[in-house]
């Protein structure tokens, strides 16, 4: 089983910015697929950012493009998520996420229509405008 802790989140304002880190333990794959996804207040879950086992050719939401970076240290098991210029829509909580398919990149509507398939327990973050 793979575990999944996210860490980083908080109560920001507009503009501000913050980064999420997540830390895998346990089962972990040779060339894991991570990526970030968000839960709005009364909404479904939606993809954010994913990142490929190398760190190259990461994929973005339309709403967090150009304000949040994914990166990741494979040495220490863990992926983050930079974000900056913060916004209120931007209230979410955050989940960070592995694929069970190792090695493989699928496309970005793959993971936006079918998500990842292991979860941490999320962190919340609040943008106040």
């Known amino acids: 089983q793979v575990q999944l802790v996210e860490s980083g989140g908080g109560l920001v304002q507009a503009g501000d910015s913050l980064r999420l880190s997540c830390a895998a333990s346990?089962?972990?794959?040779?060339?894991?697929?991570m990526g970030w996804f968000r839960q709005a207040p009364g909404k479904e879950r939606e993809f954010a950012a994913v990142?490929?086992?190398?760190?190259?050719?990461?994929y973005y939401a339309d709403s967090v493009k150009g304000r949040f970076t994914i990166s990741r240290d494979n040495a220490e098991n863990t992926v983050y998520l930079q974000m900056n210029s913060l916004k209120p829509e931007d209230t979410a909580i955050y989940y960070c996420?592995?694929?069970?398919?190792?090695?493989?990149?699928?496309?970005?509507?793959?993971?936006?229509?079918?998500?990842?398939?292991?979860w941490g327990q999320g962190t919340q973050v609040t943008v106040s405008s």
């Open positions: 990142s490929r086992w190398d760190g190259n050719s990461p």
């Open positions: 996420a592995v694929h069970r398919v190792p090695g493989i990149y699928f496309s970005r509507s793959y993971y936006e229509a079918n998500g990842m398939d292991y």
């Open positions: 346990g089962r972990t794959f040779k060339s894991p697929v």
